[in-house]
């Protein structure tokens, strides 16, 4: 009879823990759903408009105060170095560079985690057939808006060409 109170007991526990756990569920699914648009129209906005050189809309996703960086080498080197980035130097590599229009570019968003305020995610982008990276990007939410506050950013091997 102890045995069959205990199982019973414990299988009643199970559901309510169950139960609470769903309740908590899908509310936490409601709230990521609802922010899940915003943090993906915050790091869109910011890799398509650095893509397309359209400064102005780029820094409407970018917390003022933006700490990006990344991991570099210099052509022929073997070593490695941390290589910081402020938002004017940004501004100065798209005035540099050639545009790449949005439908060209191939940029994949994998929201990796968010809690209450703060979001972390994974940016696979680059240029077509040239060379890819991929930066963690840190957001904020600050009064309703998702943010892009940091940026690491670290580039995948470049594909030498077969010598002839």
């Given at each position: 009879?102890?045995?069959?109170?205990?199982?019973?007991?414990?299988?009643?526990?199970?559901?309510?823990?169950?139960?609470?756990?769903?309740?908590?569920?899908?509310?936490?699914?409601?709230?990521t759903?609802?922010?899940?648009?915003?943090?993906?129209?915050?790091?869109?906005?910011?890799?398509?408009?650095?893509?397309?050189?359209?400064?102005?809309?780029?820094?409407?996703?970018?917390?003022?105060?933006?700490?990006?960086?990344?991991?570099?080498?210099?052509?022929?080197?073997?070593?490695?170095?941390?290589?910081?980035?402020?938002?004017?130097?940004?501004?100065?590599?798209?005035?540099?560079?050639?545009?790449?229009?949005?439908?060209?570019?191939?940029?994949?968003?994998?929201?990796?985690?968010?809690f209450?305020?703060t979001?972390?995610?994974?940016?696979?982008?680059?240029?077509?057939?040239?060379?890819?990276?991929?930066?963690?990007?840190?957001?904020?939410?600050?009064?309703?808006?998702?943010?892009?506050?940091?940026?690491?950013?670290?580039?995948?091997?470049?594909?030498?060409?077969?010598?002839?």
């Amino acid at each position: 009879m102890r045995q069959l109170l205990f199982i019973l007991c414990f299988i009643a526990i199970g559901q309510m823990t169950a139960q609470a756990q769903s309740k908590k569920t899908s509310s936490d699914n409601e709230i990521t759903h609802i922010d899940k648009a915003g943090i993906e129209a915050a790091v869109l906005g910011y890799i398509e408009n650095f893509f397309e050189n359209n400064t102005e809309e780029m820094i409407k996703h970018l917390h003022p105060q933006l700490a990006k960086g990344g991991v570099s080498k210099k052509r022929g080197e073997e070593v490695y170095f941390y290589e910081a980035m402020s938002i004017d130097q940004l501004k100065e590599l798209m005035a540099s560079k050639p545009a790449l229009p949005k439908e060209q570019q191939d940029n994949e968003v994998i929201i990796l985690d968010v809690f209450r305020n703060t979001a972390s995610v994974r940016l696979e982008t680059g240029y077509p057939n040239r060379m890819r990276w991929i930066e963690y990007i840190i957001l904020s939410k600050m009064d309703g808006q998702w943010l892009v506050n940091n940026v690491m950013w670290d580039y995948y091997p470049m594909k030498r060409k077969p010598k002839k």
